[in-house]
């Protein structure tokens, strides 16, 4: 699992990448520490290449919306692949994050 933080003015764009199961996501709520401290502005999270999303991985996408809408800001979450899409209709996750 690989995560890439690019800030690009009024956004912080979280690229991810491989799978973020169980496994991975100590090492990526350490990574996307930076987001949170960074929640005044739009956070877009980009998961082009994001393979598998766990139950740990949706935990982590909801604490940074936590801290983004606590600071009136909003979380994109981009170019999911049909399986994540089906993980976040069941979850009711689709309903919580702007979808592109």
Do not use: W
Not at 1 to 29: C, H, P, Y
Not at 40 to 54: G, R, V
């Amino acid at each position: 699992m690989k995560t890439e933080i690019v800030e690009n003015g009024s956004q912080v764009i979280a690229k991810f990448s491989g799978r973020l199961d169980t496994a991975a996501a100590v090492q990526t709520a350490e990574d996307v520490k930076p987001l949170l401290e960074a929640a005044n502005k739009e956070i877009i999270l980009d998961c082009t290449a994001l393979e598998y999303i766990s139950s740990s991985g949706l935990r982590i996408f909801l604490s940074i919306r936590k801290e983004a809408a606590a600071h009136g800001s909003k979380v994109i979450v981009r170019n999911i692949n049909a399986d994540i899409r089906q993980v976040f209709m069941m979850t009711g996750f689709i309903s919580l994050f702007v979808i592109e």
